[in-house]
Every structure is written in structure tokens, then in C-alpha cells.
């Protein structure tokens, strides 16, 4: 069983940056398509940005130019690195696999609140 543990959010001020980390308890785990998602209160969990196995990216149009994935397969971690953040931004941010995330690997998240 596959445990993915994110890290690295907090409160910032809009125009602020965070860098968020998605490690993985197996290793290899993240040579896989991975993606980081998030979910604002009230709305669903929604992708924000995705890698594949050749690190190929995409980003939703609403973070493009402003988010940037990445990993390290030594480190089995996915990144996350948020600049020019925005009060919209602000929501509970996770990792799964991409395209299809699995159920059992959602982890508790970590908390992104950007202030106005």
C-alpha cells in the first residue's frame, strides 16, 4: 500500500509563493503520471496540474503561467512550486496519480489559504 504525504502549505499573502511536496512511501512510486489537485470549500476537488512519465506537463487554465509541477525520482517526490498566488488559490491541495487518481491513495492534503 502506497501512502503519498503532502507538505508545505500554510498562509500566505496574495502575490506570495509556496512550494507544496508529494512523497511517496515506495520507491519508483513517482515515475508515474502524477498530478496534484485541489479542493476549495463548497466545490469539488478540481486537477490543477499534471506530469507524466516523460514530464510532459499541463496545467489548468486558471494557474498556467503561475504553477510549475516537477519531481525527483531519488527523492520519490512530486512538487508543486505556486507562484503569484491568488485568494481563489486558497483550498486543501493533494496528489494521486494521473489521469485516473485512486481512491486508496488520497492523502490528508495540505491546507493553502492565500489572503487578500
Known amino acids: 500500500q502506497v501512502q503519498l504525504v503532502e507538505s508545505g502549505g500554510g498562509l500566505v499573502q496574495a502575490g506570495g509563493s509556496l512550494r507544496l511536496s508529494c512523497a511517496a512511501s515506495r520507491s519508483g512510486f513517482t515515475i508515474y503520471a502524477m498530478g496534484w489537485y485541489r479542493q476549495a470549500p463548497g466545490k469539488q476537488r478540481e486537477l490543477v496540474a499534471s506530469?507524466?512519465?516523460?514530464?510532459?506537463?499541463w496545467y489548468a487554465d486558471s494557474v498556467k503561467g503561475r504553477f510549475t509541477i516537477s519531481r525527483d525520482n531519488a527523492k520519490n517526490t512530486v512538487y508543486l512550486q505556486m507562484n503569484s498566488l491568488k485568494p481563489e488559490d486558497t483550498a486543501v491541495y493533494y496528489c494521486?496519480?494521473?489521469?485516473?487518481?485512486?481512491?486508496?491513495?488520497w492523502g490528508q492534503g495540505t491546507q493553502v489559504t492565500v489572503s487578500s
Open positions: 494521486n496519480k494521473w489521469p485516473v487518481p485512486r481512491g486508496n491513495y
Open positions: 506530469i507524466t512519465s516523460g514530464g510532459s506537463t
